[in-house]
């Protein structure tokens, strides 16, 4: 699948800042929960916190990210819907470290006790929501090959959620990193236009 061996897709001004704005309200009126690593929270490999988007704020990002992944992947992210968007927030402290996105059994069993949502799928997208100057350090790195970002608010930034993709976030040190991590499936182009070329050969032979 071409998917897989794309490197990470990096866009400025996907999001609009109203769509960012809602988001940010969104935010503010929930309590964020903290996040773990591997089911279990531990603020010397992550701190940060997290808070669930509705569907409707999912979908209206989605739809504006379309375009820039179909260009880049060659696939179509498909919203995932047993599983939340999140907003994922980082205050002073060690960031992330280094690690993939590809969902683990050990993640798996552990969230079936600690309530955390697993959150799984082809394709990572994430979204700044805050502007650069609002916090000092919390870099989005990646490890091969090797990379930092810390882009504009509105910004995409997507990847294949594999374990070839180890990327993590650099300490924080002053304010806050506000981030939403989107997780679809993918469905190739390749595989579309196939179905297709399969479908009118069936009606051709009508």
Known sequence: MTWKTRLPLLAESVIPLSL?????????????RPRTFQGVVDETLRKSEYVEIPRALEEAVISHCVPYI???????????????????????????VAHHDEVTEVERERARTNGQPVVGGDLTLLVWLNTPDSYSGGELFF????????????????FPATRDHIHGVRP?????????????????????????ITVEGVAAHR
């Open 20 to 32: 960012c704005g809602a988001l940010m309200d969104h935010v503010k009126s929930e309590t964020a």
């Open 143 to 158: 490890e091969n090959p090797a990379q930092e970002i810390k882009p504009p608010c509105g910004t995409l930034v997507a």
């Open 70 to 96: 179909r260009d880049h992947f060659q696939a179509v992210p498909k919203r995932i819907p047993t599983q939340p968007a999140v907003v994922y927030r980082y205050g002073p402290g060690v960031g992330f």
């Open 172 to 196: 924080i040190t002053r304010g806050e990193r506000i981030t939403l991590v989107i997780r679809t499936d993918a469905e190739s182009l390749e595989g579309r236009r196939t179905a297709a």
